[in-house]
């Protein structure tokens, strides 16, 4: 916007004129003033206190989970939610947008035919967890992986057996599906349980970065590296 008329004037062939080098002197002085406040506010947000502490918010998560079971069906799920950014690698809102519960498969959950959706069930009583439609798919494929962390695993439990979903449900059930809410649903559940257990609305994207600060702060293998990019 700023420049806008110093690039009239030089289409104009004005750029010889008094208006044009008083402008163009104002205009240079206005981009350092922005310029200059954009890197202090790089550098404080880096520098912040206030940027989330991954390991400390997991904690406290996990602290909090007998309290959390006892929250009513809205308010868990999106606990749950919170519980797949802090107890596994964070993943994309597009992730749970996508997912469908499937109570007894009748074949891997790799070879369901419906691409359009990801799908999560336990088989022999391990929580597996197929990707077909996430941000990254058109680079990486499908995605197989299982859920490890077993405070993620209680809570998955406890939602299955007190939260009856039908099998080809999708996971968030009670968010009314359309093309245009899930995303948002979603994400402000995650922001509002932040705000419940840690006082402050933390997103989706918080959360991203904050386990990256942590991440890439040990030693890690290519092979690691590569798995933490996928989602």
């Keep these: 916007m700023l420049g806008t008329v110093k690039r009239y004037l030089t289409y104009k062939n004005k750029n010889n004129t008094l208006i044009y080098k008083k402008y163009s002197q104002k205009i240079n002085s206005l981009y350092k003033v922005l310029n200059s ?7 404080e947000k880096n520098n912040s206190s206030d940027m989330l502490d991954y390991n400390n918010l997991k904690n406290i998560f996990i602290s909090k989970i007998p309290d959390i079971k006892k929250c009513r069906y809205i308010q868990f799920r999106n606990y749950l939610f919170l519980g797949f950014e802090l107890l596994s690698i964070p993943i994309n809102l597009c992730n749970l947008q996508h997912l469908k519960y499937i109570k007894e498969p009748t074949r891997l959950l790799k070879n369901i035919e419906d691409k359009d959706y990801n799908y999560i ?10 990707y077909n439609n996430y941000k990254n798919k058109k680079f990486l494929g499908q995605i197989n992986t299982t859920i490890t962390n077993l405070h993620l695993i209680d809570l998955l439990d406890f939602y299955f057996s007190n939260f009856v979903l039908d099998s080809g449900n999708a996971f968030y ?5 359309n093309s245009n809410s899930p995303n948002t649903t979603i994400g402000e559940g995650i922001r509002k349980s932040s705000k ?3 006082n402050k609305r933390y997103s989706v994207n ?12 040990t030693e890690r293998t290519y092979q690691e590296k590569v798995l933490n990019c996928k989602y």
Excluded at 37 to 43: L, T
Excluded at 173 to 177: L, V
Excluded at 206 to 217: I, N, P, S, V
Aim: glycine content about 8%; cysteine-free; aromatic content about 18%.
């Design 121 to 130: 069930s336990k088989i022999e009583g391990v929580y597996n967890i197929t």
């Design 173 to 177: 059930n009670g968010i009314e599906f």
């Design 196 to 198: 419940k257990l840690f």
């Design 206 to 217: 918080d959360y991203r970065a904050g386990y990256l600060k942590q991440y890439y702060q």
């Design 37 to 43: 406040n954009r890197e202090h506010k790089i550098k």
